[in-house]
């Protein structure tokens, strides 16, 4: 069964990084797109950022370009989101979720999806 499991959230105050990990398990994960997305209280989920199968192609919302970093071990079956200089803002619960053949910006588009992983920022 396919499955990923996020990991790595937690407190932080306004500057400081922290980097989610996305595990997966079941399938290969060199076969498909990962993508990070979040959910803050009351909104809706958006897009954070996408890394293509073998990491040719990254994209990032505009509101964490120059701060998040994402990267992938195929290896270790495992995707990262190091993130840097985080505001409160960044405050959300973040998901991983994978699809086939290219990067979405779009929640539909994904077929597979973890659990999640809060990331709090606040002083």
């Known amino acids: 069964q396919l499955q990923l499991v996020e990991s790595g959230g937690g407190l932080v105050q306004p500057g400081g990084s922290l980097r989610l990990s996305c595990a997966a398990s079941?399938?290969?994960?060199?076969?498909?797109?990962i993508g990070w997305f979040r959910q803050a209280p009351g909104k809706e989920r958006e897009g954070v950022s996408c890394?293509?199968?073998?990491?040719?192609?990254?994209t990032y919302a505009d509101s964490v370009e120059g701060r998040f970093t994402i990267s992938r071990d195929n290896a270790k079956n495992t995707v990262y989101l190091q993130m840097n200089s985080l505001k409160p803002e960044d405050t959300a619960y973040y998901y991983c979720?994978?699809?086939?053949?290219?990067?979405?910006?779009?929640?539909?588009?994904?077929?597979?999806w973890g659990q999640g992983t809060q990331v709090t920022v606040s002083s």
């Open positions: 890394i293509s199968r073998l990491g040719g192609s990254i």
């Open positions: 979720a994978a699809r086939r053949y290219y990067c979405s910006g779009y929640v539909s588009e994904y077929g597979y």
């Open positions: 079941g399938f290969t994960l060199d076969y498909y797109v």
